[in-house]
């Protein structure tokens, strides 16, 4: 009998430690207030106990934590919050952050690869880096990511996953980014772009470009998609629901789930699509 209940706990292990977490994120930008107004739903499986523990930036203003509309109780520290459970129920946070960092005027003379941004919401653009704890995040890969966000007219907003839905008015532009894949955190880039699209292969391309550069588009596009298809041929399928060029208001060369972001003075760069672009 023992020996029987020990198989059947190992049968089990293997798909608890699969398990995967669902968590939707509802975030409303106001540039001109260098903020984000949030809700983050969490939905609970067996593998979480009584306290919730979550990473969580400082500059966050917390506006209520429930559980089927009964508040929780919590303690934070730093960049730490716990949240005792009441139940199984799904946990809403809701929330305000505040993001300021700038770059910095000089950037050629910084030894700092980041320009000591993590953060930043400004009318030039928003970078919001999965590092910055700008939304409740819990330190595990398997979670299913549905990132909502609302932004003033004309406002682009770009993260990891496949962009599910996207529509805009004279009011607010609208786009719901979702992941079906582990990462290691959402990074949310947002900024008044032109979005170009190339949807004739297996996998969609994008280009999200400022104004000044959307001349260079359709020279990112195809040679974007040249490199996925040459790197198909090479190891397989392209395993993410798009590829994105993001322009980005300070320099980077970053490299996220599905997406590059590319500071200004690199994507302008003649040599870059020969080179960078398919290391990205």
Partial sequence: MIRTAIIAVLLL????ALAEIDYHLNVTLHPAEQAISSTATIYLDETIGSLLDLEFSAN???HSIEQAGQSLYYSRSNENLSIRLKNRKPVQ???RGVFTDQPSSIPIHNEDP???ISASISGRGTFLSASAHWYPRLNR???NYRLEVISPPGIECVSSGKRSEHHSDDTQTVSIWKTDYPIYGLTLSAGNYMVFEDLGGSTPIYAYFYAQTTQLASTYLSEA??????Y???FGPYPFHKFAIV???FPTGYGFPSWTLLGSRVVRLPFIVKTSLGHE
């Fill in 13 to 16: 292990w293997p798909l608890q």
């Fill in 60 to 62: 966050c203003e917390l």
């Fill in 93 to 95: 946070i809701r929330y």
């Fill in 114 to 116: 980041t320009y000591g």
């Fill in 141 to 143: 890969d398997k979670i």
């Fill in 225 to 230: 998609r040249r490199y996925l298809n040459l």
């Fill in 232 to 234: 198909e041929e090479l």
């Fill in 247 to 249: 322009e980005n208001f």
